[in-house]
């Protein structure tokens, strides 16, 4: 049977509730909170673009969670921000980029989280570029009190591979200007032929010879340099692979630009001067940052490669022994999340990293 797209159904035995909020610039958006009691220590769950919260409750395999609400979690909630697929904000035409995301959503997100659970401990874990635009409010001060961090792949330093470099530097232009497509779409393979988004499809997996479904070739083109780029195919259970384009969805250009300014720079800075009030360099803020912070990569990353090693690095020369690496043998940039095994070589890595810095803390009263 087909798995349905934005259900809840990979989650059993909690409350499922929806929690709709506005953002200082006008936008609707959406947390989702998953309770089963009540807990001193709540998760909040971010996803990458063109992703939503359905990364953190597949159903086809141990979701994240779920995986928390049985490891001593139970008050688990998940934000769709404007990159979600579950909004239409990215494929309108926009000129957001991310520092749009740590004036407004993030802020508004916690606000909105700290009127349901007060002054509870909240832990984040963090996909992609939600985890770089949180980690840009947290620096700039926007957030208030987090206890803990997990970002998996990359955070305030944005390295990529010098293919991603070359699709930065030319691809938003010859895309908005030459192939006149103002967004990068999966299901670009579904298009009628001879349209620019079937041409572009087909263009894309002449070089993609590694498996047969071109939403997986273009997911690979918008984001990644490998074949696949994201994952590694033995990592993902077959209905996973066959519904890639359900979980990683349609994304506009404008955030590319953002992108290519930060790897420029070699880490997270502000676009431009629309937002004077956020830092110019988020970076440099990072000693200010006391939430202890455990970097994920894989260590076959062909999105951000190391970025999240060089972060650990940088942020652990202001602040020694405060954050944590783990390097995830065998995995990609989102395969830690959406793996089939990820809750036996990931999930239990993050538990650890939760536990230590939860109620009972390093002692090991859990
Ligand atoms: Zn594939």
Redesign the pocket.
Known sequence: MRIARFTTEGVRDAQVSQHPFATEDGLGLELHRFHRADSDDVVLLLHGLPASTDMFIMPEHRNLVSFLLDSGYPDVWSLDFRMSNRFPYDTETHRFTLDDIALFDHPAALRELRRHIGNRRVHVIAQCLGSVSFMMSLAAGLVGEITSVTSNSVALVTRVPPWSRLKLALGPGFFDYVAGVSFLDSRFGDAPVMTRGWLISRAVSLFHR??D?RA?HMISFMWGAGN?GLWS?ENLAPET?ARVADLFGANGLHYYRHMRRMVRAGHAVRHDDRFPALPKDYLALAEHISTPVLFLTGDRNHVFRDSNIGCHEIMSQARPGLHELQVLPGYGHVDPIIGKDADRDVFPHILEFLRKHSDGGADGAH
């Open positions: 590694e498996c479904f997986c696949p195919h692979h």
